[in-house]
């Protein structure tokens, strides 16, 4: 029988957020709970019914307040959203803004929480990681072992337009340093973290629970097969162009149904 654990996950996202973060988290809560860990859950708030999702999984959850942060207004005029869009890009690149917030209302919710045997917090977005090393010290440690769960690099992020404000890695390597194991889930984004944190890394893949018992026996009737892709497209890096190339050329019927904001990448395929 495996020995009772009291686990802290720290995630801005969680469910019913549709994210990779929120199904990270979550997923981990649903299997440490069916492992018999006592588990506990720090996120935002958000106005949901969570009575169904705590009868199944009766963790405990902590929600920090509503961002007072004001976001930018966008407009829908070409010219006025433009410009909102724009404020909002550079706020967003020299200053993480809002998501900074968060840094300060998990440094805040972790001040006077303690007595947990593993703590893990998640990222995106990097305030999270933030604002545990900010409420973490050799006095306040919060958890035995804290594991700092990173999607993606901040740093060493090479998708993005622009990089990230040498600033930024004051905060980066402050993390690294009081967090006692980084995940991330592949291999290939290691170079993405800076090198003297290489022996912290542990690599461990997205988990799923595929248990489909519950959604019925019944078959779709759908005349072909048929399957979807919701997400983005980036072009030099997640490109749609392999994949539907293999598509067009199969001698079979099909119907491949795709939700993105870049459909302009698929034009040709149309």
């Given at each position: 029988m495996?020995e009772?654990?009291?686990?802290?996950?720290v995630?801005?996202?969680?469910?019913p957020e549709?994210?990779?973060?929120?199904?990270r988290?979550?997923?981990?809560?649903?299997?440490?709970?069916?492992?018999?860990?006592?588990?506990?859950?720090?996120?935002?708030?958000?106005d949901?019914?969570?009575?169904?999702?705590?009868?199944?999984?009766?963790?405990?959850f902590?929600?920090?307040?509503?961002?007072?942060f004001p976001?930018v207004?966008?407009f829908?005029q070409k010219?006025?959203?433009?410009?909102?869009?724009s404020?909002s890009?550079?706020?967003s690149?020299l200053?993480?803004?809002?998501?900074?917030?968060e840094m300060?209302?998990?440094?805040?919710m972790?001040r006077?929480d303690?007595g947990y045997?593993m703590?893990?917090?998640f990222a995106?977005p990097?305030?999270?990681?933030?604002g545990?090393?900010?409420a973490r010290?050799?006095?306040?440690?919060i958890?035995d072992?804290?594991?700092a769960d990173c999607?993606?690099?901040y740093m060493?992020?090479?998708?993005d337009?622009?990089?990230?404000?040498?600033?930024?890695?004051?905060?980066e390597?402050?993390f690294c340093?009081?967090?006692?194991?980084?995940?991330?889930p592949?291999?290939?984004?290691?170079?993405?973290?800076?090198?003297?944190f290489h022996n912290?890394?542990r690599i461990i893949?997205?988990?799923?629970?595929?248990?489909?018992?519950?959604?019925?026996?019944k078959?779709?009737?759908?005349e072909v097969?048929?399957?979807?892709?919701?997400?983005?497209?980036l072009?030099g890096?997640?490109e749609p162009?392999?994949?539907?190339?293999?598509l067009?050329?199969l001698d079979?019927p099909?119907r491949f149904?795709?939700?993105?904001?870049r459909?302009?990448?698929?034009?040709?395929?149309?």
């Open positions: 495996t009772k654990k009291k686990i802290l996950l995630s801005s996202a969680f469910y549709i994210s990779p973060r929120s199904f988290a979550t997923e981990l809560a649903k299997e440490f709970h069916r492992q018999g860990h006592e588990v506990s859950v720090i996120t935002k708030f958000r949901h019914n969570y009575n169904d999702f705590l009868n199944e999984f009766p963790i405990t902590k929600m920090w307040k509503k961002p007072v976001k207004h966008n829908r010219q006025l959203s433009f410009i909102s869009r404020i890009r550079v706020l690149i200053f993480e803004y809002p998501g900074i917030e300060f209302k998990v440094k805040k972790l006077d303690s045997d703590m893990i917090s995106v990097y305030p999270v990681h933030w545990v090393a900010l010290s050799e006095k306040h440690r958890a072992t804290w594991i999607g993606d690099p060493g992020d090479r998708l337009s622009f990089r990230k404000p040498f600033y930024f890695k004051y905060l390597k402050m340093r009081k967090a006692d194991f980084i995940t991330i592949v291999k290939s984004a290691l170079p993405g973290y800076y090198a003297e912290k890394i893949s997205q988990g799923f629970d595929f248990n489909l018992s519950e959604i019925g026996s078959e779709p009737a759908n097969p048929t399957f979807a892709y919701a997400g983005g497209f072009p890096a997640r162009g392999p994949l539907m190339q293999y067009v050329n079979l099909f149904i795709i939700y993105t904001n459909p302009d990448l698929l034009s040709e395929y149309r």
